[in-house]
C-alpha cells in the first residue's frame, strides 16, 4: 500500500487520494478456485478521470462506487456479488458439467458463510462485547483526553494490527490524525490490503464534549467506549449518553479498574465490558 501511495503522490495532481479498494477474481470456474487480487481507486481533485493501480495486469475493469456502509469488507463482498452475476450471465455449452455450488452466487454463499459464523451458537462464541479483528474492520474507540489511544494501542497490539489513527479533540505525535471520512475511508484501503483492523482513538474533550455528528460521521463498524473507574459515576454516565446519541455504543473499556474501592459503578453503564486495564475482559464480566 506504501507503495501505490508513493505512485499517487508522483504521478497526480496534490490532494489526490485512494477512496476504496477491491478486490478482482480471474480465471477459475464459476468464480471457485480463481486469482484473488486487489485494485484500489484513486480519486483527482480536478476531475480527471479515475485511475486505478492493479496489483496484477487484468484486460478489463468496472468502477464500483463506495456504498454507504461502514467497512471496506462490505465493498468487497459488492464486489464478489457483482463478480458472480456476471458469471452467471454467461450462458452454458451442452457439455458445461452442471457443479452444485452454481444453485447460487458466489457472494450469496459468502454471505450465508459469514452469517452462520456470527450467528447463535454455544455461550463461549464471540459477543458484542469482543473485538472485531477482519481486514479494514474499523473500531472506534471514545474516550476522555488521552485514555482512548491508551486504550486503542493496547487492543491494536493483541490483535496485531498496526493502523491506528487520532480522531475528535485528541492528537498524538507520530500517529496520523483525521478530520472526515474521505480521511477514513483512504486508511480503511490500506488496512484491508494490510489484512487487518483499522482502530481509531477519538478524544473527547476533558468534560466529555462533543462536536455534533462528529462520530456519525465517521461510521465506524464497531464503537466503543473506555471509562475511568476513578472517576465520579454521575460525570461519567453524562458524557457516556452523549457519544451514543451519536453513534450506536457496542461495548466498554475500563482503566484504572483495580484504583478504586467502587469498581462496580461501572456495570451501571449497561454496557457489555469487554476490555480493562489493557486487557480482555473475562466473560463473567457483565
Do not use: C
Not at 112 to 140: C, F, N, R, Y
Not at 190 to 200: G, K, S, Y
Not at 243 to 263: F, M
Amino acid at each position: 500500500m506504501e507503495g501505490l501511495e508513493a505512485r499517487v503522490l508522483n504521478e497526480y495532481p496534490p490532494g489526490s487520494a485512494i477512496i476504496s479498494a477491491e478486490k478482482v477474481r480471474t480465471g477459475g470456474i464459476g468464480g471457485f478456485l480463481a486469482k484473488t487480487h486487489f485494485e484500489v481507486v484513486v480519486e483527482v481533485p480536478d476531475a480527471a478521470p479515475t485511475a486505478r493501480f492493479p496489483t496484477m495486469p487484468r484486460q478489463k475493469s468496472s468502477s464500483h462506487p463506495v456504498p454507504p456502509r461502514a467497512g471496506v469488507a462490505a465493498l468487497l463482498a459488492d464486489a464478489d456479488k457483482a463478480d458472480a452475476a456476471m458469471h452467471g450471465a454467461i450462458p452454458k455449452g451442452p457439455s458445461t458439467p452442471e457443479l452444485s455450488t452454481t444453485t447460487r452466487s458466489f457472494g450469496e454463499l459468502m454471505e450465508s458463510l459469514e452469517k452462520s459464523t456470527l450467528s447463535d451458537g454455544p455461550e463461549s462464541a464471540k459477543g458484542p462485547e469482543d473485538l472485531l479483528t477482519g481486514a479494514g474492520d474499523v473500531i472506534l474507540v471514545a474516550g476522555l483526553g488521552a485514555d482512548a489511544l491508551a486504550t486503542v494501542r493496547s487492543m491494536a497490539a493483541v490483535v496485531r494490527s498496526s493502523s491506528i489513527l487520532t480522531a475528535g479533540s485528541f492528537r498524538a505525535y507520530g500517529t496520523d490524525h483525521i478530520v472526515s471520512r474521505q480521511g477514513l475511508v483512504t486508511a480503511q484501503a490500506a488496512a484491508v490490503i494490510a489484512r487487518e483492523p483499522l482502530f481509531v482513538a477519538f478524544g473527547l474533550g476533558t468534560d466529555g464534549s462533543l462536536r455534533t455528528n462528529a462520530l456519525t460521521e465517521l461510521k465506524a463498524d464497531q464503537v466503543w467506549v473506555v471509562v475511568d473507574a476513578t472517576r465520579k459515576h454521575t460525570d461519567t454516565e453524562a458524557w457516556v449518553k452523549k457519544v451514543g446519541w451519536s453513534a450506536p455504543v457496542q461495548a466498554l473499556a475500563v482503566v484504572n479498574y483495580q484504583d478504586t474501592r467502587t469498581p462496580e459503578t461501572v456495570h451501571d453503564l449497561d454496557l457489555p465490558i469487554g476490555w480493562i486495564d489493557g486487557r480482555r475482559a473475562k466473560r463473567s464480566t457483565t
